[in-house]
């Protein structure tokens, strides 16, 4: 039963940390892992995550937006080529409450991701 504990807390860790930076926080964990479970442990964890590659659609969830709400509407309409009213709608949704789910590529993603943390709004991978 531990072990299984420390497999899903590990999973959870590094799914939260691929939004930051996938490719450290998976070399930082299969070292962990491998030290502190063994191979075939660390072999079913990593076998759980589906890393995302540069080329793939990766889903993007905005979850709250910031004091800077015209900023949000630039980075929506920057990362997906929407029109005004269509990102502002968007924005504001997610003002309301309703968090909103996009497809970008993974670059895109990214970009949008910090972006929007930079003007105070809270979205991340999903």
């Known amino acids: 039963m531990a072990s299984e504990i420390t497999i899903v807390h590990a999973t959870n860790l590094v799914r939260s940390l691929i939004d930051d930076n996938p490719n450290e926080a998976y070399n930082l964990l299969t070292q962990d892992l491998k030290h502190r479970l063994g191979d075939s442990a660390c072999v079913d964890i990593l076998g759980r995550l589906v890393m995302p590659n540069e080329y793939e659609l990766v889903n993007v969830r905005i979850e709250a937006i910031g004091d800077k709400f015209i900023n949000a509407i630039k980075d929506l309409r920057s990362a997906t080529g929407y029109g005004l009213k269509e990102a502002k709608d968007i924005i504001e949704g997610v003002r309301a409450g309703t968090p909103y789910d996009l497809e970008l590529k993974l670059p ?15 979205a991340r991978l999903v």
């Open 108 to 122: 895109k993603a990214k970009l949008l991701i910090n972006s929007l943390r930079e003007s105070g709004s809270h």
